[in-house]
T-cell receptor, first 116, second 118 residues
């Protein structure tokens, strides 16, 4: 079974509008972490935001916020006030357990296109 | 600034040759590094976990004799693609955590290496 599911292969958003990128996850661990990365066409992976399974508040980092619904096992990324530079691939990822030596498992990604 | 440096960024080689990719942690020590592979328009797939001073742990389906990983120091891991074939053409990207004891520490990625085997 897929650990991370991103159901939107591609999304379009008008500049200055907000957009939500969906992510659902599957784990039986009580302790886990959820991450979002941005990958522009250059290929680099840019860390955006983190949400821990025990965090009661939704994470926020500037224009990025994470809508964490634990019971639904979803961790959607919300980008507010979209900019042309936000056009990129976005990956949701999960780390299971509390070890710092655990790799991340990635979803298939969502390609976001911001329209002027 | 970048915390993980990867070199080369792009390499083209002939079928049957070997290619070495270096991944360095900058200003921090990484006892563990992770190597991922990404085919065009696909996700990142974990290939192996590189452990300093010991053997790498490979994911199922990844040939350890083909993808040699050496993690000889706390700041350097290398991936060598041996006897490369066109199907090995891919984007290879390494990563490490700056705070290995911090479970909420994100993975920092190198800029990746685009390998093309002709």
């Amino acid at each position: 079974a897929q650990k991370i599911t991103q159901t939107q292969p591609g999304m379009f958003v008008q500049e200055k509008e907000a957009v939500t990128l969906d992510c659902t996850y599957d784990t039986s661990d009580q302790s886990y972490g959820l991450f979002w990365y941005k990958q522009p066409s250059s290929g680099e992976m840019i860390f955006l935001i983190y949400q821990g399974s025990y965090d009661e508040q939704n994470a926020t980092e500037g224009r990025y916020s994470l809508n964490f619904q634990k019971a639904r096992k979803s961790a959607n990324l919300v980008i507010s006030a979209s900019q042309l530079g936000d056009s990129a691939m976005y990956f949701c990822a999960m780390r299971e357990g509390r070890s710092g030596n655990t790799p991340l498992v990635f979803g298939k990604g969502t390609r976001l296109s911001v329209i002027a | 600034g970048a915390v993980v440096s990867q070199h080369p960024s792009r390499v083209i080689c002939k079928s049957g040759t070997s290619v070495k990719i270096e991944c360095r942690s900058l200003d921090f020590q990484a006892t563990t590094m992770f190597w991922y592979r990404q085919f065009p328009k696909q996700s990142l797939m974990l290939m192996a976990t590189s452990n300093e001073g010991s053997k790498a742990t490979y994911e199922q389906g990844v040939e350890k004799d083909k993808f040699l990983i050496n993690h000889a120091s706390l700041t350097l891991s290398t991936l060598t693609v041996t006897s490369a074939h066109p199907e090995d053409s891919s984007f290879y990207i390494c990563s490490a955590r700056t705070g290995e004891r911090l479970y909420n520490s994100p993975l920092h990625f190198g800029n990746g290496t685009r390998l093309t085997v002709t």
